[in-house]
């Protein structure tokens, strides 16, 4: 439960591929998932993924977990593609968080381009580790 609440709260908008394609590289591509991400997402993540609170582990007074760190500081591309954007859709309030879902919010193009922009938040060594394990 522990594990299922941890991904809910800590999954949007983690680095994926659409089809195991690598991450976008055109510019539009990168500017709307950055432009995505900053409307949508930095307020609770962090205008850099960096989350918003020194531990995200722990509940808070309402005993819902914080949203984490997208930046690869914790666990959010342990996750296929798949559970990332799934993330994304539904959202994290079933599983102990508070993210709202974005399945009617945001467009497949727009999600798509969050996910690729957070993954260029990630360290190298993550992106490689991401890669080997979901390509």
């Not at 307020?43 to 609170?53: D, F, N, W």
């Not at 296929?80 to 508070?98: M, R, Y």
Request: hydrophobic residues 35%.
């Amino acid at each position: 439960m522990k594990f299922l609440i941890l991904f809910a709260s800590a999954l949007l908008l983690t680095g994926c591929f659409d089809n195991d394609d690598a991450p976008a590289q055109n510019t539009s591509s990168a500017q709307l998932g950055q432009a995505t991400f900053e409307k949508n997402c930095a307020t609770c993540h962090g205008k850099q993924g960096q989350g918003l609170v020194k531990d995200w582990k722990k509940r808070q007074a309402d005993g819902k977990f914080p949203a984490p760190p997208v930046n690869g500081a914790a666990h959010a591309w342990h996750h296929s593609p798949k559970a990332l954007l799934n993330t994304i859709n539904n959202g994290g309030i079933k599983l102990g968080g508070w993210m709202p879902g974005f399945k009617d919010q945001l467009n497949e193009a727009e999600k798509q381009a969050v996910l690729d922009y957070i993954y260029s938040l990630w360290p190298e060594d993550i992106q490689q580790k991401y890669s080997s394990r979901f390509k």
